[in-house]
């Protein structure tokens, strides 16, 4: 079965530039997530889109910003880099319309792995 | 504040055993609650996952107890297998919100 598509797997910036990370969901599925996974921790929600208008948001940085086309794939923009933005990037997708409106059981991608120099 | 506690960061068993995943949270909105499994160099896969209004569920092997009372869940998985070894993600979700908060992950190793 298809599964979420990210890319890059790994990226190397250094401090100030930009990067963009790049999803593309599950087909047919009309929700994307973004997380967070520093080191050691527990992935953080970041912001999530639902038919390309943003649905929610969690702890994303001002630096950066998302979205969502029509064909459903969703970027990362991320500008102004920092030592510690360095983390693994997950993207999720899920078909909203499941259990009372919303899908919880979000499908993940295999992560970007940003490193910032 | 950790609203997903797995208080537990590690745990190891014999193949063929049962494992025993616990997971505690402290907001009482949460009203969803799943379990990811995760390996190296992979995202998070969906294993299991219940509702507030139930109290068990089972697939296969894998069965997640709740108890909103205590504010407690558990994965029970077995058989266990060497294949079930990885990092555990216990997460939660409020009704109304997508996202989906976290545990700090457990890592069951089966033996063989």
């Known amino acids: 079965a298809a599964g979420v598509i990210q890319s890059p797997r790994h990226l190397i910036k250094e401090k100030r530039e930009t990067a963009t990370l790049k999803c593309y969901p599950i087909?047919?599925?009309?929700?994307v997530y973004w997380y967070q996974q520093g080191p050691g921790q527990d992935p953080q929600f970041l912001i999530s889109?639902?038919?390309?208008?943003?649905?929610d948001k969690g702890s994303i940085p001002d630096r950066f910003s998302a979205q969502q086309f029509s064909d459903y794939h969703s970027e990362l923009n991320m500008s102004s880099l920092e030592l510690g933005d360095s983390a693994l990037y997950f993207c999720?997708?899920?078909?909203?319309?499941?259990?009372?409106?919303?899908?919880?059981?979000?499908?993940f991608g295999p992560g970007t792995r940003l490193t910032v120099t | 504040d950790q609203q997903v506690k797995q208080n537990s960061p590690s745990l190891s068993v014999q193949e063929g055993r049962i494992s025993i995943l616990n997971c505690d949270y402290t907001?009482?909105?949460?009203?969803?609650f799943l379990w990811y499994k995760k390996y190296p160099a992979e995202g998070p896969t969906f294993l299991i996952s219940?509702?507030?209004?139930?109290d068990k569920n089972e697939d296969g092997r894998f069965t997640v107890f709740l108890n909103k009372s205590a504010k407690h869940l558990s994965l029970h998985i077995v058989p266990s297998q060497p294949g079930d070894s990885a990092v555990y993600f216990c997460?939660?979700?409020?009704?109304?919100?997508?996202?989906?908060?976290f545990g700090k992950g457990m890592k069951l190793t089966v033996n063989p």
């Open positions: 999720a997708s899920s078909l909203r319309g499941g259990r009372s409106p919303y899908s919880y059981e979000q499908y």
């Open positions: 087909p047919r599925h009309d929700t």
């Open positions: 889109f639902y038919e390309k208008m943003q649905s």
């Open positions: 907001n009482s909105m949460f009203d969803y």
């Open positions: 219940i509702s507030s209004i139930k």
């Open positions: 997460a939660a979700a409020q009704g109304g919100s997508e996202k989906l908060v």
